[in-house]
């Protein structure tokens, strides 16, 4: 595996992959690996030619007063974990070669970007629309691959690719859960031992609203107020939202759908967590 960390040379290598007829495979990741991304970079390993994966902590997508000093990172052990996963390139950018100025243009995906997540956190979606257009044309991939567990920002960058003509596809994979449910994050090493075990809930909950479909009750208000009374029964749980939303639009649902998404965002703590479940 090589470490690439000029934006120039970067571009420059992928140009020539594409030349020689490579197929590009793209996990852009934030960094301190866990399960999750790797299952994308196996995905990339198997449909690819060439896997390239990306970490870049963006600060665009950090609002004031959001974790990006203290998001968790392991340069050293992310090294390891993508050579394990047989990634053949590893794009390291510095923050001061994506952003040489203070940031004046920004890519933004209205509508999808101003609801649930967007609402709480003004500006995120903008900050991770640009900096994955930026890695898509440094990188130029052919796949870029993404965990559902981000549902939200899958769909904003699906919908930036083609509203923007963008010449990648975009594969979206199931969420990877440890043995109690919880969506893997790398926020998850934010959770004490106590919090960890309260936050299988979440997962919990989500689970019960989608028997509760199998079983015909397809009312979002009922389903809504389902997943919150088992939240609420976890103490420590704060609940941010809870929403069943259209898979597409995400616009909420007032009426009985036989596709929706389950989407919620809780606090333990200090550590916000966000999880979500398709129903087809």
Known sequence: MRIIHPIAKMQSLAESLRNQGRT???????????????SL?????????TVVASIFVNPTQFGPGEDL?????????DRIK????RVD?????????MYPEKPSVFVTVEGLSDVLEGAIRPGHF????????????????HKA????????????????????????????????????????????SYLRDDERRCAAVIHRALSDAEQLVRNGVRQPEELKKA?????????????????IADPDSLTPLTSEQSRMVMLVAVRLGRTRLIDNLLVL
């Open 24 to 38: 590009i495979g793209f996990v852009p990741t934030m960094g301190f690996l866990h399960e999750g991304h790797l």
């Open 41 to 49: 970079m196996r995905a990339a390993r198997q449909e690819c030619d």
């Open 69 to 77: 000093e203290r998001y968790p990172r392991d340069a050293d052990g």
């Open 82 to 85: 993508c050579e394990d996963a």
């Open 89 to 97: 390139y590893l794009f390291m950018p510095a923050a001061a070669d």
């Open 126 to 141: 903008s900050g991770v629309a640009t900096v994955v257009s930026k890695l898509f044309h440094i990188v130029k991939p």
């Open 145 to 188: 691959f993404f965990g559902q567990k981000d549902y939200q920002q899958c769909a904003v960058i699906k919908r930036m690719v083609s509203g923007l003509n963008l010449d990648v596809k975009i594969i979206v994979l199931p969420t990877v859960r440890d043995q109690s449910g919880l969506a893997m994050s790398s926020r998850n």
């Open 227 to 243: 997943i919150r009374r088992i939240l609420a029964g976890e103490q420590g749980v704060s609940i941010e939202y809870v929403e």
